[in-house]
Nanobody, 124 residues
Framework: QVQLVESGGGLVQAGGSLRLSCAAS????????MGWFRQAPGKEREFVAA????????YYADSVKGRFTISRDNAKNTVYLQMNSLKPEDTAVHYC?????????????????WGQGTQVTVSS
């Protein structure tokens, strides 16, 4: 099992940047593919980005491609989401999640472990 704790959210103006972190417990972090998702009020949880266990492959939603970067440091049991050129529509609770399955990394139901979420608010 793995426990996940996100941090780094906050309030930022449009065009600004934030870096989210997700710290994982346990010694098996490197065996999990990791994903970032977000959920705005009244909307379904949506895929943002994912990274394979080795970090060799990354995937992005079209809405964040070119602005967000997912990375991981397996020595520190941490996955990151660097968010640049933020827009008001990026406002949401952002969650990190872990899965051992490489299939359907864009699908929330594929992930068995979730953090509590961190709020990102982008003002216009």
């Amino acid at each position: 099992q793995v426990q996940l704790v996100e941090s780094g959210g906050g309030l930022v103006q449009a065009g600004g940047s934030l870096r989210l972190s997700c710290a994982a417990s346990g010694r098996t972090f490197s065996r999990y593919h990791m994903g970032w998702f977000r959920q705005a009020p009244g909307k379904e949880r949506e895929f943002v980005a994912a990274i394979t266990m080795s970090g060799s492959m990354t995937y992005y939603a079209d809405s964040v491609k070119g602005r967000f970067t997912i990375s991981r440091d397996n020595a520190k049991n941490t996955v990151y989401l660097q968010m640049n050129s933020l827009k008001p529509e990026d406002t949401a609770v952002h969650y990190c999640a872990a899965t051992t399955s490489l299939l359907r990394l864009r699908v929330p139901a594929n992930y068995g472990y979730w953090g509590q979420g961190t709020q990102v608010t982008v003002s216009s």
